[in-house]
């Protein structure tokens, strides 16, 4: 009877609590068939081990969960996105409330096995998934500007701003002799750099800004001092659908096409949208 109680009264406890574990109900079980050290333990056994055990699980989860990339704990529903707004992520803009996906985990009846943020996520990497067949045997090769704009690594800032000013672009690869790649500088890096000078020294981003292109600098910054160079990349037969998860979310705004560490061309956000747009004016198949 108190195996049953202990096990009964121990899986309410986690529902209401929203933390459903399997061990728990083991460890209430363990109680009720082993009660006599339970209690010469007294509430030392809450402690140790089940408290102490509980914290290196936990641990060890948070560990593995930053080497494979998922989010532990998870994240809020209502979590900012990385750019500061009240927006969520734009992969997660589904157009349905926490209320409507909380109903569809009842309606199905899987709350205690996945949260409304994964449900969202999930869903918003299946309309990627789906948005990807549309650019059907399309790869980068096909879309990819090929006459590119590059600056070197000792490039000044002034000259790196003429060329964004001129071109119109937001993004320029930085590449040594034989066109080897080495990153790319974006037109953020200059205003962040520019920020960080302004808060230094104490001055007016404008001046920061003047100061940091200033023509007659006797030490100029050069496009390798500030460039990315962690930054995704892909090959001539790179699908075009890989592409959408990596530029969904803002973190990057175009991404280099390498053949053996040489650059031959460039994707850009506007790339993929004139090729979204295109695919969904055609008649279907």
Known sequence: LRITLAVGLAIPAMILLRAVHP????????????????Q?????????PVAVGTMLLVALAMVYARLTG???PLRPFDQKNPHGTTDPPAPE??????DELADILDRYRQSLNL???????????????AAGHRTG???????????????EPDTPLNLVADLFRRHGFTALPVVQQNDKFLGVIFQLHLIRRAGEDAFRLDRGFGAAMARLLDRGRKTPIRAGEIMAAAVPRATPTTPVAALLPLMADGAC??????????????VTRTDLIAVLARQSLAPPQ
């Open 23 to 38: 061990p728990a109900g083991a460890v209430a079980m363990t109680a009720a068939m082993n009660p006599e050290p339970i």
């Open 40 to 48: 010469e333990l007294g509430f030392g056994f809450a402690l140790a």
């Open 70 to 72: 998922r989010h532990y």
């Open 93 to 98: 803009r589904l157009g349905l409330s926490e």
């Open 115 to 129: 949260g409304v943020e994964d449900l969202a996520r999930l869903i918003g990497a299946a309309e990627l998934q």
């Open 137 to 151: 045997n399309l790869t980068t090769a096909d879309i990819m500007s090929r006459n590119l704009v590059t600056v």
């Open 253 to 266: 705004d175009a991404v280099p096409v390498l053949v053996r560490g040489r650059i031959v061309g460039i």
